[in-house]
């Protein structure tokens, strides 16, 4: 009699199948990683050409040592009893060298249109394309505070002085405040216009008379009528004012009068409020450009 043998079936446990989950995308992870990416390669750029910070340091320090010779003659009285034109010029050239390097912001974006490196960046898989206008806001912004930085302890040692500690926290706000819009509105040129050499222009077309038609040189009590005006539309005077006061008077406050207009006095709260409004209106005039753009 025959048996028959069953093979016995091996013992087979049965794993649950793993489900690789990818993460949940970090946007803000993303959006910081981008921004120090570009704003890294603004800085590799710069450090290959430091030309541009040079400039940046030594005009406006040509500008400090010439002017103040130039003037140091002038009447008794001018400029305050006991203000000598390098105090009184001091926030002036502080001020137009953050406005100088906040202008030029749209430069690097317009040579990357035209040698096709923007294009590149459009169509990357970026987290969002705002991180290119945030590397270069961050990239003028170091660079205008190092050439600030250059002329306040400059214009300290040619006998202006020094602010307290709270007087260059508020005179750095002011400072800020200005970069921001100024280079809002260098970016949407950049994007706007159809070349460098357009950009270029507008920058030498609106440097200096913005700074002869505001109280940077003179006080607007030494200036016409028409022209008193004009200084008091000029957001410039708006930090140029509020600065100068900070530097010579050591008991301001917000409520201090910086400057007489000709409708009527402007405290220091009320130029940082007009600078904000600045900042506010550069960037809602250049969102529908840069939404365009990015699309």
Known sequence: MSSTITPSKPNVTL???VVQVSPEPNFFGELVQETLALTRRLFIQLQRRPSTLIAGVIQPLIWLILFG?????????LFGNTVN??????????????FSGALNAGLPVMFDREFGFLNRLLVAPLATRY??????AIFIVTLSAIQTAAIIATSAFLGAGWPDPLGLAVISLI?????????????????ALPGH????????????????ASTALAPLSFMPKWLQVVATLNPLSYAIEP??????????????IVMQAPWGAVTLGGALLVLLVLDVVAFLTIQPLLRRTFA
């Open 175 to 191: 400072l800020l405040l200005l970069v921001f819009g100024v280079t809002g509105l260098s970016l949407g040129l950049a994007f």
């Open 85 to 98: 034109y390098g105090q009184f010029l001091a926030a002036g050239v502080i001020v137009f060298t953050a």
């Open 131 to 136: 991180s290119i206008v945030f590397a270069s």
């Open 15 to 17: 794993q649950p199948e």
């Open 243 to 256: 600065i100068r006061y900070i530097y010579l008077h050591s008991n301001w406050a917000l409520n201090s």
């Open 197 to 212: 050499i357009e950009l270029i222009a507008v920058i030498f077309v609106t440097n200096l008379p913005l700074l002869f």
């Open 69 to 77: 010779a130039l003037f140091q003659n002038a009447p008794q009285g």
